[in-house]
């Protein structure tokens, strides 16, 4: 009796298990592929839209700039206690002029990702104690020099 009831957790527990594995995919697909059938100085800002749909990310400057973004992940082996790992990075970079003509296009992948050099320089941050008193200086400043608050601050 225990050993068929032993089997039949065993089987329950196995039947729910998948062998396939579960990929993840964020941003646009196929973005390698698509990528190529866009073309710099030929196309404009509808072509890219109509092809990629909307950029995962814009920036516009001087000039717009485009970001899309493909990411497709899994789930590692057990022994890895289920980390994910990453099968696909792929980013795209399209700059346009301002009437909409792409200008420049780059394309990264997951190994070009890896031998981009960063910066090893570090920025100084404030701390709070000193981002606190200077506000309290900074507004008894303002205390003195305009006491009645009518002044106004250019």
């Known amino acids: 009796m225990k050993i068929k009831l ?3 957790i065993i089987i329950l527990c196995l039947s729910s298990c998948s062998l396939n594995k579960v ?3 964020h941003g646009v697909h196929f ?3 698509k990528q190529k059938n866009i073309e710099v100085f030929s196309n404009n800002l509808n072509d890219v839209r109509s092809l990629l749909g909307p950029p995962s990310t814009k ?3 001087d000039t717009d ?3 899309y973004i493909e990411r497709k992940t899994t789930v590692s082996q057990v022994r890895t206690l289920g980390k994910r790992k990453l099968l696909v990075n792929n980013v795209l970079i399209l700059e346009f002029d301002n009437r909409g003509l792409l200008v420049k296009k780059n394309f990264f992948n997951k190994d070009q990702m890896n031998k981009i050099k960063i910066s090893k320089n570090k920025t100084q941050v ?3 104690k000193d981002t606190f008193i200077r506000s309290v200086i900074t507004s008894l400043k303002h ?3 305009d006491p ?3 002044r106004t601050i250019k």
Do not use: A
């Open 148 to 150: 009645l608050g009518k």
């Open 31 to 33: 973005l390698e592929k």
């Open 59 to 61: 920036n516009s400057f």
């Open 65 to 67: 700039i485009w970001i």
């Open 126 to 128: 404030l701390s709070k």
């Open 6 to 8: 032993i089997i039949i």
């Open 23 to 25: 990929v993840k995919h």
């Open 143 to 145: 205390k003195i020099n």
